[in-house]
């Protein structure tokens, strides 16, 4: 069976990959059955008339050419495989402004060493989980270790340390801090608004990690300005790679950035990972197993 990769494969992952198919880059796509890929455009899709199943890299495939994608091809994500290091920065990106650490070390840069910002501690209050997927899970869990009293927002129903909604104002109405780690479907894109973190307290801390454009970018801009001491801490932009177009975020004294490296974009170890979890998934599909991560086309279109 011929499959179309269109990225750099780390070395154990070609090789296991070559030992099921034959790997095709480029030419003739004329008899390509699978794709595994980063990114896919509609002409790529187009010279593969075959085409019963596509792996994504990634976790997120909100950037898949969704509306040029056959009915009949499976689609698979990644979720899961670079889990542990997204949730890891995530809680990183929570408790570095949180704790004032990102405001003390700026006070000592400039020589100010008064000890004037009170710590706020985090155990006993309530803190907000958008998203329980792989990496949403892992963040509650470690949250309510840490004593939080712990919200889980979903669209399904997840037994877990937290209490479960699905009422966004609910898991924010009075949160101290709020950890984004959805998806980015048709049903999440802009989901969270100005409204919805206008609920939280007045110094909270929100975080994303799953897709700038699950919060409404004017009503984020609005609570930043409205409320100096409101903290947005994200490691994804709306310019998505392109981050100059957000620089008049990364200007504000309320603002924790990062350029999209909580995953395999800043740990060689975490793409590694990301890349074998995708080959042995698409193995399994080609081997007649069932595939994780099997995405809803009707949540993208």
């Known amino acids: ?7 750099d494969l780390p070395p154990e992952a070609e090789a296991e990959l070559r030992r099921h198919f034959t790997v095709v880059r480029g030419g003739d796509l004329s008899n390509v059955e699978a794709a595994l890929v980063s990114r896919l455009t509609p002409e790529e899709l187009r010279k593969m008339p075959r085409l019963r199943f596509i ?28 889990a542990d290091a997204v949730a890891e920065f995530a809680l990183a990106l929570l408790l570095a402004p949180y704790k ?9 840069r400039r020589g ?31 949250l309510a270790v840490l004593g939080a009293e ?33 998806p980015l479907t048709k049903y999440t894109r802009g989901l969270v608004r100005y409204e919805h973190l206008a609920l939280m307290l007045e110094d909270a801390v929100f975080v994303n990690v799953g897709r700038a454009e699950v919060v409404d970018r004017e009503g984020a801009w609005r609570i930043l300005k409205e409320r100096p001491s409101f903290i947005f801490a ?24 990062t350029p999209w490296v909580a995953g395999g974009y800043g740990n060689e170890e975490v793409w590694r990972r990301m890349a074998v979890e995708a080959v042995k ?12 991560n099997v995405a809803r086309r009707e949540d993208y279109i």
């Open 1 to 7: 069976m011929e499959v179309y990769v269109n990225f």
């Open 55 to 82: 792996q994504a890299v990634t976790a997120g495939l909100d950037h898949l050419p969704w509306e040029q994608i056959p009915p009949h091809v499976v689609v698979a994500g990644n979720a899961g495989s670079n």
């Open 100 to 108: 004032r650490i990102v405001q003390y070390g700026e006070k000592m």
């Open 112 to 142: 100010d060493y008064r000890r004037d910002v009170a710590i706020p501690l985090l155990a006993g209050r309530k803190a907000a989980v958008l998203g329980l997927g792989e990496i949403g899970t892992r963040v509650a869990k470690a």
């Open 150 to 182: 712990v919200w889980g927002f979903s669209r399904t129903p997840k037994e877990g340390p937290w209490r479960f909604t699905n009422s966004l104002e609910e898991a924010l109405r009075g949160a101290s801090a709020a950890v984004c780690a959805l």
């Open 234 to 257: 994200s490691d994804v932009w709306w310019g998505r790679n392109d981050f100059a177009k957000d620089a008049e975020f990364f200007a504000l004294p309320n603002v924790v950035a």
């Open 281 to 292: 998934n698409l193995i399994t599909w080609a081997m007649g197993g069932r595939p994780r």
